[in-house]
Nanobody, 122 residues
């Protein structure tokens, strides 16, 4: 059993900041990539940012300059910091982890968190 638990969502005023955290727990042998997607009502799911185990990062153009993604490999945790929030950042944010559950597992499998609502409004 693997579980990803997110925290940090909520209501934020435009121009504010938010820090989302996601921790993976359970039967985990190793984790490669971790990251965050978001989905706004009526829109397709969008990759926000990702980070490799070694620290390579990438992010969507829509959040360029406003997002920082980091991870703590020892704690199986990925953190997304979003600054200068805009109403268009309103969405459900979901984290993922590509992981192996044992040394005998053939490949990495993507697991998802349950999602956390971020609402940017005055």
């Amino acid at each position: 059993q693997v579980q990803l638990v997110e925290s940090g969502g909520g209501l934020v005023q435009p121009g504010g900041s938010l820090r989302l955290s996601c921790t993976a727990s359970g039967s985990i042998f190793s984790i490669s990539g971790m990251g965050w997607y978001r989905q706004a009502p009526g829109k397709e799911r969008e990759l926000v940012a990702l980070i490799s185990r070694g620290g390579f990062t990438n992010h969507a153009d829509s959040v360029k300059g406003r997002v920082t993604i980091s991870r703590d490999n020892a704690k199986n945790t990925v953190i997304l910091q979003i600054d200068s929030l805009k109403p268009e950042d309103t969405a459900v944010y979901s984290c993922y982890a590509d992981l192996r559950t044992s040394s005998s597992a053939f490949d990495y499998v993507r697991y998802w968190g349950q999602g956390t609502q971020v609402t940017v409004s005055s």
